[in-house]
Nanobody, 123 residues
Framework: QVQLVESGGGLVQAGGSLRLSCAAS????????MAWFRQAPGKEREFVAA???????NYADSVKGRFTISRNNAKNSLYLQMNSLTPEDTAVYYC?????????????????WGQGTQVAVSS
């Protein structure tokens, strides 16, 4: 099994930055595609960014140019650098990993989830 723990969330003013981290334990995630999702109150969980084991990357259109996903396989960790934040980015952010290869946008295709970290952006 894989356990994922997110950190780095918080309250920030619009235009500010945050860096989220996701630490994996239990098994290595270096061979697994990983992703960030987010869920705002009253909304469905939505795809933010994903990175394959070979470092291929996809972003949601809403975060392209502002967010950067990265991974450090030696540290079994995933990151999300978020810049130019807006109130629309306010949500709980989740780290996820999946056993099959390939990047997916559908949260149902992911097998392992963290508990989430809250990001709040004030205007």
């Amino acid at each position: 099994q894989v356990q994922l723990v997110e950190s780095g969330g918080g309250l920030v003013q619009a235009g500010g930055s945050l860096r989220l981290s996701c630490a994996a334990s239990g098994r290595t995630v270096s061979n697994k595609p990983m992703a960030w999702f987010r869920q705002a109150p009253g909304k469905e969980r939505e795809f933010v960014a994903a990175i394959s084991r070979l470092y291929r990357i996809n972003y949601a259109d809403s975060v392209k140019g502002r967010f950067t996903i990265s991974r450090n396989n030696a540290k079994n960790s995933l990151y999300l650098q978020m810049n130019s934040l807006t109130p629309e980015d306010t949500a709980v952010y989740y780290c996820a990993a999946r056993d099959p290869d390939g990047l997916e946008y559908d949260p149902l295709k992911y097998d392992y989830w963290g508990q989430g970290t809250q990001v709040a952006v004030s205007s």
